[in-house]
């Protein structure tokens, strides 16, 4: 699946979302995340011992709504998988990136094997709003 050059540029310059995991109950578990937007992917911290963590165990279906507020009506809706990264390549690219742009990772850094990363592959997309359609 691939993304028009609009909706890329949305999620680039966005950073915050609600990511939606699949609870063992077959409940949706919905909280809020910051992510990252790379070559066709989306990235986001996790932490292990989170609910969203312990969710993306069992099932890694995931779903993730970007918007740009309620005035603005734009917005992306991105449905997928999710495979996790703990350490190696993948993993170093992501914090890199995360580093870059996130205080909140300079503030607090951690290391390979502390907090993983999931890439969300995406399978489907909808998206809405001036720009975007």
Known sequence: MTFAREEERFLEENEVGRLATICPDGMPHVVPVCYIYRSGALWVAVDYDSKKYRN?????????????????????LVQGRARMFEKGLEFRKAYAAFHKKFNWVRAAPWKEGEAPFIKIEPTRKASWGPKLQ
């Open 56 to 76: 993306l165990l069992s099932n890694n279906k995931v779903a993730l709504i970007v918007d740009a507020g309620y005035d603005s009506n734009r917005g992306m």
